[in-house]
């Protein structure tokens, strides 16, 4: 029963999404017990909306005789979500392993998948993500992107990185001796190679440019630095130059020292960061983005069996990590890595999040206006603020006291749009 329900609405939705495509002059005032504006919560306030924009906020709207008034009784009205680390183009490694999903699945099942996942994360309230590789599925997220702003089909706005970059030799799949097969991004050495890898993923759609510090090459296959901190240095100031920010994959200290020397946007995992890294990063604005749930699905996945088994390495790691981020105060985003576990599951890195020592609301603020400026985007989304896009997520209850609340979804809207109606 929980399947038709969405279903149903997405058939709704599809009509409304061609209605409006072209004219949506819709009106609606939002009238719900509270609205997190991105930044602090306002009991009372109400907000108006008009074709694609938010046009006011308030406890005292006026000129709202032609609206459609929405009563939201007992709800908290939010910015549309922002998931900082998704990959579109996975789904969960205990369904089908990474390898096989890159090296068996056809293009065709990758992209369809995708069209589901995409879904998923709009319907949980997830109105924006910044997806970070389509690891072996090419410029394919720059097409899904394409094909949801034509109104194609529903899925989130999407910040896309393409194949991302990788140093030879370092990235899966492997397969023994000397047979080349597809790889699970793009591999570029030398500032040369380097500088022409990032130019040609800007050139086929990338919003932002994902490189990977560190990887498991090590002689036993624990994760050791890749690009040298140089190479890194120029493909940030060539991602940079472009207008576009950089974010960096690194679990070891070394490979989060050259991406902090390197100035990049970004820092994803950070799994062994110490309370030093994390204060060098707050000194130079560099986010944090922790992907707390993926560390946490993937320990499930070798056998791990949550509450029962004692918190494996990889888990006490990454509570220690993420609290010396909080600790030196470093700007953390909210991204959970999502693929590895499932889309539309969105919200397990903001409960996590809560679980391992950060206060509801900023966590609220991680998801919405914090993400919303670290990726800078801040123009269009990621508050609710007049002149800004009608990107809204209401939730039955009060997420800044019960973050599980975020789950208790009653509107989606996106760009004024409502695709999910409970
Ligand atoms: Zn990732």
């Not at 680390?85 to 890159?102: A, I, R």
């Not at 030799?169 to 097969?181: A, F, T, V």
């Not at 993926?294 to 918190?311: L, N, V």
Request: proline share 3%; glycine share 10%.
């Amino acid at each position: 029963m929980k399947y038709i329900k969405p279903l149903f609405i997405f058939i709704f939705c599809c009509c409304c999404t061609f209605a409006f495509s072209q004219t949506n002059d819709s009106i609606y005032l939002l009238k719900p017990d509270r609205v997190f504006d991105g930044e602090q919560m306002h009991e009372g306030w109400q907000v108006l909306v008009k074709g694609n924009k938010i046009v006011a906020t308030g406890s005292n709207i006026s000129n709202t005789s032609s609206a459609k008034i929405i009563e939201l009784k007992s709800c908290t009205l939010l910015p549309g979500l922002i998931e900082g680390h998704s990959h579109l183009f996975l789904h969960p490694y205990n369904e089908t392993s990474w390898d096989d999903q890159v090296l068996k699945e056809s293009d065709a099942e990758r992209v369809a998948r995708a069209v589901v996942h995409a879904k998923a994360t709009l319907f949980a309230g997830f109105t924006t993500v910044r997806d970070l590789g389509t690891e072996g599925a090419g410029y394919d997220d720059v097409g899904l992107k394409q094909a949801i702003e034509k109104g194609i089909i529903p899925g989130p706005r999407m910040l896309c990185a393409t194949k991302a970059i990788v140093v030879t030799g370092s990235y899966g799949p492997k397969l023994k001796g000397e047979i080349d097969i597809i790889k699970g991004a793009a591999e570029a050495d030398g500032e040369d190679a380097l500088i022409k890898e990032v130019r040609n993923q800007i050139g086929k759609g990338a919003d932002v440019v994902k490189l990977y510090a560190d990887y498991r090459w090590g002689v036993n296959n624990e994760a050791e630095p890749t690009f040298t901190e140089e190479e890194l240095k120029k493909a940030v100031e060539v991602a940079n130059s472009s207008g576009r920010i950089v974010a960096v994959h690194a679990t070891t200290a070394e490979g989060m020292r050259r991406a902090i020397n390197a100035g990049v946007t970004t820092i994803e995992h950070g799994d062994n960061g110490t309370f030093e890294l994390f204060e060098m990063m707050k000194q130079k604005g560099i986010a944090y983005c922790a992907t707390l749930a993926a560390t946490d699905a993937i320990a499930q996945y070798k056998g791990w069996r949550k509450g029962i088994d004692e918190e494996p390495e990889s888990v006490k790691t990454k509570r220690k990590s993420f609290a010396d981020a909080l600790k030196a105060g470093v700007i953390i985003c909210m991204g959970g890595d999502v693929g590895v576990f499932p889309h539309g599951d969105n919200a397990r890195e903001m409960e996590m999040m809560v679980e391992y020592g950060m206060k509801p609301i900023d966590v609220l603020r991680s998801a919405t206006s914090v993400n919303a400026d670290v990726f800078k985007i801040n123009q269009t989304v990621g508050r609710i603020q007049p002149g800004l896009l009608a990107d809204i997520l209401i939730v039955n209850g009060d997420p800044s006291a019960n973050i599980h609340d975020v789950r208790n979804t009653k509107l989606v809207m996106k760009d004024g749009i409502i695709y999910v109606k409970n």
